[in-house]
């Protein structure tokens, strides 16, 4: 089994639609949470990270953990054209050095 | 302030081929990754180097060798190419230990034929 599940999709919404990403983890240890988006042929960039459980908001987008599940989301508002890309989360724990565990990716297409 | 750069964008390699994918920051980052993505399998940690004169392996180092030349350099070498090999490979760098950001260059797609 592996640490981080995702979902690789695609999934394929229309533009203005509310979009829910999620990973689920199986150690415990990890504290912090992050999603990165990465458009095609490009490499990752870091779109918002957590620490511990509870939510975080950066204007149309949305970050939860729920520690107690093991289950992360990332929410996008009012989606756009140019939110289309594959979306990675990642976790760290908070012991030694930073070695971040990754998703698969989940590929978002957002239509027009 | 250019970030990551990685060198060569693509390469294609026949089986048992040795070459050297070549990295640089220009944010004067302690550490520094090599990463593959693989379709199915998304980013795996090959090599990384926790700071200048450090190297340690990651989750899928065999088949790699690393160089930290300077604070700045950060080279990956295949020596004897396989088609397994066949990925895109991504370097990283972050400002150390703890929770820094990760900051990705564009990616050296290689094909092993």
């Known amino acids: 089994q592996k640490e981080v599940e995702q979902d690789p999709g695609p999934l394929s919404v229309p533009e203005g639609a509310i979009v829910s990403l999620n990973c689920t983890y199986s150690?415990?240890?990890?504290?912090?949470f992050m999603w990165y988006r990465q458009y095609s042929r490009k490499g990752p960039e870091l779109l918002m990270y957590?620490?511990?459980?509870g939510n975080k908001e950066d204007g149309r987008f949305t970050a939860q953990v729920d520690k107690s599940s093991k289950y992360i989301s990332l929410f996008i508002r009012d989606s756009q054209p140019s939110d289309s890309a594959t979306y990675l989360c990642?976790?760290?724990?908070?012991?030694?050095?930073?070695?971040?565990?990754f998703g698969t990716g989940t590929r978002l297409l957002v239509s027009p | 302030n250019a970030g990551v750069t990685q060198t060569p964008k693509f390469q294609v390699l026949k089986t048992g081929q040795s070459m050297t994918l070549q990295c640089a920051q220009d944010?004067?980052?302690?550490?520094m990754y090599w990463y593959r993505q693989d379709p199915g399998m998304g980013l795996r940690l090959i090599y990384y180097?926790?700071?200048?004169?450090?190297?340690d392996k990651g989750e899928v180092p065999n088949g790699y060798n690393v160089s930290r030349l300077n604070k700045r350099e950060f080279s990956l070498r295949l020596e004897s190419a396989a088609p397994s090999q066949t990925s895109v490979y991504f370097c990283?760098?972050?400002?150390?230990?703890?929770?820094?950001?990760?900051?990705f260059g564009p990616g050296t797609r290689l094909t092993v034929t």
């Open positions: 180097s926790a700071s200048e004169g450090t190297t």
């Open positions: 957590t620490y511990s459980s």
């Open positions: 944010m004067n980052h302690n550490s």
């Open positions: 150690n415990s240890a990890f504290q912090y």
């Open positions: 990642a976790m760290l724990m908070n012991t030694g050095f930073q070695k971040l565990v």
């Open positions: 990283a760098s972050s400002e150390g230990q703890g929770w820094n950001e990760q900051y």
